[in-house]
């Protein structure tokens, strides 16, 4: 059985896993993005604009982009990373325990001259994607392959598809319930790994290890009519939870770290 088919997603290449229990999950290359993810239950749990560029002239709007080496504006480089719109190669996939995995590279020598000038560190990225049963395991990797320190923040901004934002209850991640009335931006740092988000629909379980922060957004009506890849209303269908390591984490040669995230 083909467990990972080559696809496309608009214009862009993609890798489809197929667990045998009917688990499913899409993964562009543009990005190691993560487009949409399908428990064995067949419900798609990832929010995806369809206003969203699917052609690399810019970030995917929806999913789960990856968000290296730098954070939104916390940093001089390009906002949220160049990670999620530089080209990665699939690097291996298979079958483990009943779960559809695949893994996804991405190096200094993968980037164009302009980005890779601009931050000239001999990294190595791995992301690894699994899907089982409604489960989904991502695993983040930073490797560094050179011979000086250099300083990384990371995150995986989930869109998770919710049937009416104004309905979602975050626990775990707040001493306090978070609900979504308005719009909101906010960092949580130093979180326990273990959040809760629930809707009219059901509840969710969202662990981390490695990240040690979570971010909340939603942009809200207003800043969502601002967004050229959004459509006016969509902002009421998802919601955004990321893990994220947003302290500038200085990683030393020959070194490596991971970050682990699951949602069930
Ligand atoms: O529009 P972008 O670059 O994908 O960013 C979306 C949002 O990403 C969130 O992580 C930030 O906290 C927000 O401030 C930001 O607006």
New binding site residues.
């Given amino acids: 059985m083909t467990l990972a088919i080559h696809t496309a997603v608009g214009q862009l290449p993609a890798i489809r896993l197929c667990a045998p229990d009917g688990a499913e999950a899409t993964v562009t290359l543009y990005g190691a993005h993560l487009v949409s993810w399908k428990g064995a239950d067949g419900k798609e749990r990832l929010f995806c604009s369809a206003k969203s560029a699917l052609d690399a002239s810019r ?1 995917i709007r929806g999913g789960v982009p990856v968000i290296f080496p730098q954070f ?1 504006e916390q940093g001089s480089g390009m ?2 990373g160049f990670a999620r719109v530089s080209n990665w190669r699939l690097e291996d996939s298979g079958l483990e325990d009943g779960a559809a995995w695949a893994s996804f590279g991405l190096a200094l020598g993968d980037l164009p001259t302009t980005i890779a000038d601009a931050w000239p560190h001999q990294f190595m990225l791995c992301l690894r994607v699994a899907v089982r049963d409604n489960t989904l395991a991502m695993e983040l990797t930073v490797r560094n392959l050179g011979a000086a320190p250099f300083p990384f923040a990371a995150a995986l ?1 989930t869109y998770h598809l919710v049937p009416d934002v104004c309905e979602v209850r975050i626990e775990g991640v707040s001493s306090d319930e978070i609900s979504m009335v308005e719009k909101l ?1 906010k960092i949580y740092p130093g979180v326990s790994g273990r959040a809760t988000m629930a809707t009219s629909e059901g509840s969710m379980v969202i662990e981390q290890t490695g990240f040690t922060d979570a ?1 909340v ?1 939603n942009p809200g009506q207003v800043d969502a009519a601002a967004l050229s890849d959004m459509e006016n209303d969509e902002y009421k269908r998802f919601v ?1 939870i ?1 893990p994220a390591l947003l302290d500038p984490f200085m990683l030393e040669p020959g070194e490596a770290w991971t970050g682990t995230y699951r949602v069930s």
């Fill in positions: 970030a939104a906002r949220h901004h931006d971010v957004w955004c990321e």
